[in-house]
C-alpha cells in the first residue's frame, strides 16, 4: 500500500547512493508521492565519502537525480571516506565486521533525521519512513530483508521509524528496464560495465570486479590504486584476507597487456542488459528529455 504509507509518513528519506537500484527506487517514491501530492515530504539524502572513495561525479549526478523530481536534496560529507576510515583504524572493513557502511552512512544519515523530526515541531511522534534501494538479489543478507519493517534501533518517543525497500523483490533486469523507459541518467562507470556503484573498491566486491575497478581508474587516470596500495602496504594489513590490493593491481596490468586499455561507450550498459535497440531507444529518450 505504497501510497497509504506516504500519505500517513510525516516525512521519507530516500537514500541515494546514485547508484542503479537507488535511481530506479528513486523514481518509484517519487512517482507514488506526486500521485498523492507528497513531494514535499521526501528529503533525498547521499553521503557523500569523497574522492578517495568514490568515482567521480556520484555526489553530483545524485543531486541531479533528485531535482528531476524537484526533490529537496542534502549531501552528508564523510570527511576522509573510507581511505581515512581504514588509516585511522589501521585494517580494511570486511563483510563480517563492515564498520564503513554503519560510520560513514547509516550514523551519519540518523544525526540528519533527528535535525528532520525537531524541524517538523510536532507535538505527537513523528513517523518517518527510510527508503533503501536494495534487492533482495543482491546477497543472502539481502534476501532475508523484509519489504517494510519498525526500525527498532532508531525509533524513540519522538519518532516512529520505518524502514521501506521499495523495490526489493526488482530483478536487475526490471531496474535496467526503468532506467531505459524512463530516460534516468546513470553513472558512466555503469557503461564500463562495473557492476555497482560503490566505493572504486568496495571491501564486498569480487576479484574481477576489482581488476576492472583498477583498469577504469587508469583509463579515467584516476591515483587510487596507488594511494590504497601505498595504504596497504603502510598499514600492514590486506584489503582482503584472500588476497591484496596490490595483487589486484599486478592481475590488472597482465589484463591490460592482454586486451589493451579499457574501453566503453556511451549505453553500454543498457546494451549489455537490454540489447542494441534499447541502447540506441534510451539515447533518444535521454537527450530529449535532457535538452
Ligand atoms: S561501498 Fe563497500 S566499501 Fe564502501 S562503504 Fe559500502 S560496503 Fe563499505
Not at 584516476?222 to 595483487?247: C, M, N, V, W
Not at 556511451?266 to 539515447?283: N, T, W
Amino acid at each position: 500500500m505504497p501510497l497509504e504509507l506516504i500519505t500517513a509518513a510525516d516525512a521519507l528519506l530516500v537514500h541515494s547512493s546514485g547508484g542503479k537500484d537507488s535511481l530506479v527506487m528513486l523514481d518509484q517514491v517519487a512517482t507514488w508521492a506526486h500521485q498523492v501530492g507528497c513531494t514535499d515530504k521526501i528529503v533525498v539524502v547521499h553521503c557523500d565519502l569523497g574522492d578517495t572513495s568514490e568515482w567521480p561525479g556520484v555526489r553530483d549526478l545524485a543531486e541531479r537525480q533528485a531535482a528531476r523530481y524537484g526533490l529537496r536534496f542534502i549531501a552528508i560529507d564523510s570527511e576522509d571516506g573510507l581511505l581515512g576510515l581504514v588509516e585511522k583504524r589501521g585494517r580494511f572493513p570486511d563483510a563480517a565486521r563492515r564498520l564503513c557502511t554503519s560510520s560513514l552512512k547509516r550514523d551519519k544519515a540518523n544525526v540528519l533525521l533527528t535535525s528532520i523530526v525537531t524541524a517538523l515541531g510536532l507535538d505527537r511522534q513523528a513517523v518517518v519512513i527510510n527508503c533503501l534501494g536494495i534487492r533482495s538479489s543482491e546477497s543472502p543478507a539481502r534476501a532475508r530483508k523484509l519489504p517494510l519493517a519498525i526500525d527498532t534501533r532508531t525509533s524513540n518517543r519522538n519518532r516512529l521509524v520505518i524502514t521501506w525497500h521499495p523495490v526489493l523483490e526488482w530483478s536487475e533486469t526490471d531496474v535496467w528496464e526503468r532506467i531505459a523507459t524512463e530516460g534516468l541518467e546513470y553513472h558512466p562507470a555503469y557503461d564500463a560495465l562495473m557492476p555497482r556503484l560503490s566505493c572504486v573498491f568496495c571491501v564486498l566486491a569480487g576479484y574481477t570486479v576489482l581488476v576492472r575497478a583498477v583498469r577504469l581508474c587508469w583509463a579515467l587516470g584516476l591515483p587510487l590504486p596507488e594511494k590504497y596500495t601505498e595504504l596497504e602496504a603502510r598499514i600492514g594489513h590486506r584489503f582482503k584476507d584472500q588476497y591484496s590490493l596490490a595483487d589486484v593491481v599486478v592481475e590488472a596490468a597482465k589484463v591490460e597487456a592482454d586486451e589493451g586499455p579499457l574501453k566503453w561507450r556511451c549505453g553500454d550498459a543498457i546494451r549489455a542488459h537490454l540489447g542494441e535497440d534499447a541502447a540506441a531507444d534510451y539515447a533518444l529518450r535521454y537527450f530529449a528529455l535532457a535538452t
